[in-house]
């Protein structure tokens, strides 16, 4: 995934630089569906960041109560799998983020388009 929306930003970076794009609505158009897309994995990153987040705060509790070891382990554990998720989803939030300013750069250049009277392909 994190290649993919990498890939996809350094793309629309590219598109709107290069000053030439063929339709405007059709790129506006992809990018709110890749913006879907990203918004549905940042939520279920979340909700999965969350759920582990509740986990290892049970398992700590369990743990200081009863001090069985197993649960230490869980801890670890758990720990251990929190950290990439936290580290991912600050990546799918910045980037998320980043896309909103991307799109909100192509509706500039849509107005600027329709004021001007310039045709969408020469932006420059």
Not at 41 to 56: C, K, P, W
Not at 77 to 82: A, D, E, P, R, S
Not at 89 to 109: G, H, P
Request: with cysteine; hydrophobic share 45%; glycine share 2%.
């Amino acid at each position: 995934m994190r290649k993919y929306l990498t890939a996809y930003l350094n793309y629309i970076d590219q598109t709107l630089a290069s000053g030439t794009v063929d339709n405007l609505d059709e790129l506006k158009n992809e990018h709110l569906r890749q913006i879907q897309f990203m918004q549905h994995e940042r939520l279920i990153h979340f909700l999965v960041t969350f759920m582990f987040a509740v986990i290892l705060f049970i398992c700590i509790g369990l743990f200081c109560t009863t001090e069985n070891i197993a649960f230490f382990a869980l801890i670890v554990l758990t720990i251990g799998l929190i950290i990439p998720y936290i580290w991912h989803y600050y990546f799918l939030e910045n980037s998320v983020q980043k896309m909103y300013r991307q799109y909100n750069k192509i509706c500039t250049l849509q107005k600027d388009c329709a004021i001007n009277n310039l045709p969408v392909k020469d932006l420059t």
